[in-house]
């Protein structure tokens, strides 16, 4: 049997340890100015059999690893001596099968559908994929997908809670921002209003929703504005999740020419974690999360449930401005290359003494290299 499944190349952070199971081929908009994930590609919507067809290869690969298990005495369970096994080994033991394997070493519970925007599947086939995924691996209680806010916004709140009765938990929506005009100039092909729509009927349904915010994303001419109209938009669908992606310009899309011909100016670390100050301000009257799990937020601790920790969101923006500026450099310096995750390790004296020496020597030659230098690393991130 040939044990190759089809797998798209993004997931959100959060799915990491999710199974994915690509039942929609590459983004069916495939406009927006700042990504390039699906560039050159073709937007399909994969046949229900197909997708069910992979799902049997999934379960028999999950089968043969729970052999593998039990011949290496670990009782059918997938820990290190399993995962160190298959991993070690190639011959039958390709992508797919490391796939699987890891994704029950992690507890075979989550799954996620790619691609960009699987609930533009007709709800009856989806509702039938889910079903079957629900069927095969009774295990999992978590089945997620990405969905764009115009495509919730056409589907009724009867279609999605068909959805979440086959057992469809969670909808991820790439809001990006609820200012019109940035939702222009980015080509997002959707309004604010559309946001609202197709958020409330996701809520309204009962399913858990996680909407994506960009930090930065109006640049300096339309940072208020962003931050502000951003929050209204947020405020009247009151999500479970806001998750925070500040901006990085990728290069080879049509934010980066803009920016190289001088249509957009992006804004640098500390204004974006103004903006986001400005942002939680405004958000209110909503019991959402705030998660910031994405490498490129500046304050990764930036992490909380409303309206109960609104303060103690701020008090953490607060308490990085209150640095010293050269505390404030080396924070930068040590979160860019990975080694900071919280304000308090600025506390390690050993770590803070060798990020401290490249800062110093950066102020001997040229400081603004720092700032470029920390950029070009930041692009290693996506």
């Known amino acids: 049997m040939n044990f190759v499944f089809e797998q798209g190349p993004i997931r959100p952070p959060s799915e990491a340890k999710s199974l994915l199971i690509r039942v929609t081929r590459n983004c069916p908009w495939n406009k927006c100015a700042f990504c390039h994930s699906y560039e050159g590609t073709k937007f399909g919507i994969r046949k229900v059999d197909e997708v069910k067809e992979d799902i049997l290869k999934m379960k028999e690969i999950a089968n043969r690893v729970a052999e593998i298990s039990w011949r290496l005495g670990q009782g059918g369970r997938v820990n290190d001596s399993v995962i160190s096994y298959i991993y070690q080994h190639d011959g039958p033991f390709d992508d797919s099968y490391r796939s699987v394997a890891a994704w029950l070493y992690f507890g075979g519970t989550s799954v996620f559908l790619q691609d960009a925007d699987s609930i533009i599947m007709k709800t009856d086939d989806l509702a039938e994929i889910i079903s079957f995924v629900k069927k095969q691996f009774p295990k999992v209680d978590r089945i997620t997908s990405y969905c764009r806010s115009k495509t919730a916004a056409r589907k009724s709140v009867d279609e999605l809670k068909k959805l ?3 057992g469809l938990s969670r909808i991820h929506v790439g809001m990006e921002s609820g200012y019109d005009p940035v939702l222009d100039f980015i080509k997002k092909g959707v309004t604010a209003a559309e946001h609202v729509e197709g958020g409330k009927r996701i809520v309204d349904a009962g399913i858990s929703l996680s909407e994506y915010v960009i930090p930065g994303l109006g640049g300096t001419q339309w940072s208020r504005e962003h931050a502000v109209e951003t929050a209204a938009v947020l405020n009247k669908i009151n999500p479970d999740f806001i ?29 974006v974690v103004r903006e986001i100050r400005l942002f939680i301000e405004h958000l209110d009257g909503i019991e959402s999360r705030i998660v910031s799990d994405h490498i490129l937020n500046l304050l990764e601790e930036l992490e909380g ?4 920790e609104k303060e103690k969101l701020l008090g ?29 390790d600025l506390s390690d004296e050993r770590v803070y003494r060798m990020l401290k020496t490249i800062v110093d020597q950066y102020k001997s030659k040229d400081i603004s290299r720092l700032d470029r230098d920390l950029d070009r690393i930041m692009h290693t991130f996506i």
């Open 164 to 166: 979440k009765n086959a």
């Open 243 to 271: 998750r925070l992606r500040s901006l990085q310009v990728r290069r080879n899309t049509e934010l980066h020419r803009l920016r190289k011909e001088g249509g957009f100016t992006k804004l640098d670390d500390e204004d």
């Open 305 to 308: 449930k409303l309206p109960e």
């Open 316 to 344: 953490v923006i607060d308490r990085y401005f209150d640095l010293p500026d050269d505390e404030r450099i080396i924070y930068r310096l040590g979160r860019r290359k990975g080694i900071y995750r919280r304000l308090d």
